[in-house]
Structure formats: C-alpha cells, structure tokens
C-alpha cells in the first residue's frame, strides 16, 4: 500500500524542511505502527503502488477495516494528507487535529488512484490520527504510500531509500511459440524491475515475474532485469536464455464463436446421476468436478466414484470422453470448488500442478483444465505453472476459470491478475453470478445478484478490464437447487446475453458498447440442469447458439 503523504500548505509552498511525517508509510514493515480494527488489516506484495507491500484491508458486515496510525505533527501548522488506493471502496481521514477533522473517499477502481485533502492543526495539537478504511461488508481495499507532508512534528520519518541491489535468481518459468515467462527474486527495498531484451528495455513491472509477448517461434532471446526505487536502478542480471516453442498456447483449441460450459458432478449430492454420455449436447465444454489434492504441494489426482454413479468404470468414461470429442466438444478437469485445497504457492507446486494435470490430460483424454479455486489463488504461481501446462499441451490446451464474484472486483485481485496474465492462452472466465453479496458493476453502482443488470454490470468491469469479450462467460445455477443463492430463469439470463452482445433486453443498466463476441454462459450443473428437465441448457443453450 502506499504511503499517506501530509503536506505544508500554510504559504501555497512546500518548505524546504517539510517532511513526511508519517512512519512505515509504504507498509514494508509489515503493520509496524499501525492498527487495524478487528484484524482486517494485512500486508500483501501485489498489488502494491510502490516498493515491496501494501496494506490490504477487508471489511465484513460489521465493520469497515480501518486501519489508523498516531502522526506527530507541530501545532498551527497546515499538512496535506495523501494516500494512493485500490480495490473496494476506499476512505482517508484524520482526526484530533484541534481544529476541523477531514477526510475523504473514493468508490471502487480497478487501478491505483491518489486521496488527498489538507488539515491545520490546532494551537495545543502535537499528534493526529491518520486512517483509511473500506465500507461494510464491500470489497477489500489496498491503501499504500501514506503521507502527512508538512512541517517536522518531530516523530522523525521513514530513511530514504538507496540504489536497490542486482536481482538474482532471474529464471525461464515456461515458453509458448510467441511467449517467453520469466521469474526472479525480490530485492529488499525495490519498488519495480526493468526487463531487458538483448541489452533493450522491453518492460517495466512491479512484482517479481514478467511475460514478455509478440516473440517467434522456435527462436531464442537473452533477458536481463534490474531493480528500481526512487533513488534509482540497479545494475543488469546475469542473463538467460529463453527459447520459444515450435508450437505453443492458442487458448482453446476449436470451439464454436459462442460456447455453453457445464459442470458434471462425479459424485452423487440428489442431483440426477449421468454418465458424460447422457450430458447434453448442448454443452460445448463440460469440466468434469473435481480433481483431488494429492500430498505432493500443488498436485493433483482424479478417481471416478464408479460406486456412487452407479458402476460406471473408467473404460466407460474414457470411451465416453472420446464420444464427446467425435462431436466436437470439449471435456476438462476441474480443480478446486467449494471444499477445495489445492495450492500452488512456489514453482515447486507450481511445476508439480502442471505436471499432474498433464498426466490426467494423457490419461483420460482431458482437453485441458478448469480453475474453480475457492479459497484462494497466487497469481504469480499459478501463472506459472498454467504457462507450464500450456508449453506441454500445445495450442489445443482449453483453460476455463470459474472465480466467485468478489474475485473479479478488480484487476488488482489474484483471480483477474490470473486471468490477465495468460490472456494468450485463455479460453474463458465463467464467473460464478451466485452464492453471492452485493457488488460494484463498473459503473461503480452496487447491485444485487438475481438481476439482468447483476449479470451484466459486473461482466463489463471484465471486459473493460482486460478480457476479450471471448473469454467472458455468465455463470449461473441450472436450478434453485443448484445453488444457495442467485438462481435466476433462463429468461434473465438470456435477456443478460442480448445485452452485452446488441444491446438490447438490458435492465437499467445499459453497457457503453456492445460485445457481439462474448462467448457465452455456464451453469452449475449438468446433473442439475437434467433434475430439472433440461429447462437451463435448452433455452439458455439454444440461446447462446443463435447468437449472430
């Protein structure tokens, strides 16, 4: 999070002796000097505004997650209060200023944005209060380079930053045939890296990986990085070589333009019992849920419960993988969902994830994988090892990503990160419109889920995010059944699709632009949608195949 920045203002100008009094203002001491209400205040390293952390704060329904630090400030003195934010709703304040308290907010924003106000203490005031905070029961927010510039109120001030060492570590994390991912270690006081091509200046990112695009096939590149504060940059890296593959990551293979995604249930809850043979034909991708963690970090294994499907066998699903494949559907394992405990959170797990997804992918004739992690996901490294999947698989690889509503805020969170780092080899997000609170569409209105206009408000902030309308889908329950929350009739959800794709059936909320090439919608499940007769993928799936 960045640091809150107070500033002199008595004469216009800033004096010469003016500081910023504020201490630990980036948070690279962690919480050192502040205290957040309720534990909802942590330090995350991305995204961070600058340096190595930021401060992350979520609120819950009954509270805000503020997060405060005591300043020591000169009396009669004027202070301008700074701070940059991100995420959720994001408030900025002082108090026991002796005069007029302030403070200041913004609604949600995707990207970093600057706070600031001013404040004159009063006659007698030696300390204030400075605070940030979100808003009940909304989306975290990060806060990061906290300033109260002004006069010395003599608490001192956090030392100024020196010349960041080399990095090391810089490593080749996967290729495609047009993508070289790179990976190195952080440098202690380093507030981004420069990535070098050849002696050449390519890039600048803030955190500790990078993947560089638009390269040739089958043709090797020498990567070099250095690390940057304010006070300057490092020296070069030792190199690396990284070489593209012949082929590489085409982000799904042969799909239709518009595309229906089921999940089917290998396990028996009171839903209906398939075999994939008795799934649809509506359904052009079906993730077959779930894949199970395994004692290796970031692995993964999958047993069909023949005894809970009645006797179905493995012999059987294999043929019947292979039956889908013959007209032309997609079949992919899913990871994670509600009780999963997946984690990718190093390039060991990461490389063991896409090796044993890649074992399933040979094994059962999987086309690829769908990422449903519920509690939690590092972008970093699930980055990696997607990547890494992709160089094994090829251009056919199919990636799905089905994140919770709350994942998809911002393209600061994990999830959208995710998402947007392997946007070359992504098929589609089918965000889950379900089991969900109240969200910010971006238009920066909050709605509530079970409306055309929750549908489509939240799927704009995707596909002004970053995402190709191709790789945004509508995710809903197939039935009342299917979820605790969030069902809504096909209509709706039809009427969601003719929105975003010509405009037309919105509710209030009406895009700015349309998205003729949005690649369609999800239900939880198959197995569902069949106890419920096939109502969600007879509509709706007929629906998304009449798109123009």
Not at 42 to 65: C, E, I, R, Y
Not at 331 to 359: E, H, K, L, R
Not at 459 to 466: D, E, N, R, T, V
Request: aromatic content about 8%; hydrophobic content about 35%; some cysteine.
């Amino acid at each position: 999070m960045a640091a809150l920045a107070l500033s002199f203002a008595g004469t216009g100008q800033a004096s010469a002796a003016d500081i910023n009094n504020a201490k630990n203002a980036g948070f690279e001491s962690g919480l050192t000097n502040w205290t957040c209400t309720a534990g909802s205040g942590t330090t995350v390293s991305s995204p961070v505004h600058s340096g190595a952390a930021a401060l992350k704060g979520t609120p819950a329904g009954q509270d805000n997650a503020q997060c405060s630090e005591s300043v020591a400030v000169k009396p009669n003195s004027t202070y301008t209060l700074s701070a940059w934010v991100q995420g959720g709703y994001s408030y900025l304040g002082v108090t026991g200023t002796g005069t007029t308290d302030v403070s200041t907010w913004t609604p949600d924003t995707t990207a970093w944005k600057q706070l600031s106000t001013t404040f004159t203490t009063g006659a007698s005031t030696t300390s204030v209060s400075v605070y940030t905070h979100g808003w009940y029961g909304q989306a975290a927010y990060y806060a990061d380079d906290i300033s109260v510039y002004g006069p010395d109120g003599g608490g001192g001030s956090d030392p100024a930053p020196t010349v960041p060492a080399i990095p090391t570590g810089l490593s080749v994390s996967s290729t495609t045939s047009s993508s070289v991912s790179l990976a190195w270690s952080a440098v202690s006081g380093a507030t981004g890296y420069n990535v070098y091509r050849a002696g050449t200046k390519i890039t600048a990112v803030t955190g500790t990986s990078a993947t560089i695009t638009g390269l040739t096939a089958s043709t090797s590149y020498s990567f070099q990085v250095t690390a940057t504060n304010s006070a300057g940059e490092s020296g070069k890296s030792t190199a690396v070589t990284g070489t593209t593959t012949a082929t590489g990551g085409g982000g799904g293979g042969t799909l239709p333009k518009h595309a229906v995604t089921g999940y089917w249930q290998n396990f028996n809850n009171g839903a209906t019992v398939q075999k994939l043979s008795a799934v649809s034909s509506q359904y052009d991708i079906i993730a077959v849920a779930f894949a199970d963690a395994t004692s290796t970090p970031g692995a993964v294994s999958f047993t069909l419960d023949s005894s809970g499907l009645g006797g179905y066998t493995v012999d059987q699903f294999k043929a019947d993988i292979a039956a889908k494949h013959a007209a032309g559907k997609k079949v992919v394992i899913s990871i994670g969902g509600q009780n999963g405990t997946i984690s990718v959170s190093d390039s060991t797990s990461a490389a063991n994830f896409a090796n044993s997804v890649y074992s399933l992918m040979q094994t059962y004739g999987f086309d690829g994988v769908d990422i449903d992690l519920e509690n939690g996901i590092n972008a970093t490294y699930m980055t990696q090892a997607l990547r890494s999947l992709s160089s094994k698989a090829g251009s056919s690889l199919i990636i799905t990503m089905a994140p919770q509503t709350i994942d998809m805020q911002s393209t600061s969170n994990a999830y959208f990160q995710t998402a947007l780092n392997i946007k070359d080899i992504l098929t589609v997000v089918n965000m889950q419109y379900y089991n969900s609170g109240t969200m910010l569409g971006c238009d920066g209105k909050v709605y509530g889920q079970g409306t055309v206009d929750f549908l489509t408000a939240l799927a704009c902030i995707q596909l002004q995010g970053g995402l190709a309308p191709s790789q945004v889908g509508l995710g809903l329950p197939a039935s009342t059944s299917a979820a605790g929350s969030g069902y809504v009739s096909p209509t709706i959800v039809n009427n969601a699709l003719d929105c975003l794709t010509a405009g037309t059936n919105c509710g209030t909320f009406k895009p700015s632009k349309t998205y003729p090439d949005l690649r369609g919608a999800m239900t939880w499940s198959t197995n569902w949608d069949a106890a419920a007769g096939s109502s969600w993928s007879n509509s709706v799936g007929a629906h998304v195949h009449a798109l123009p």
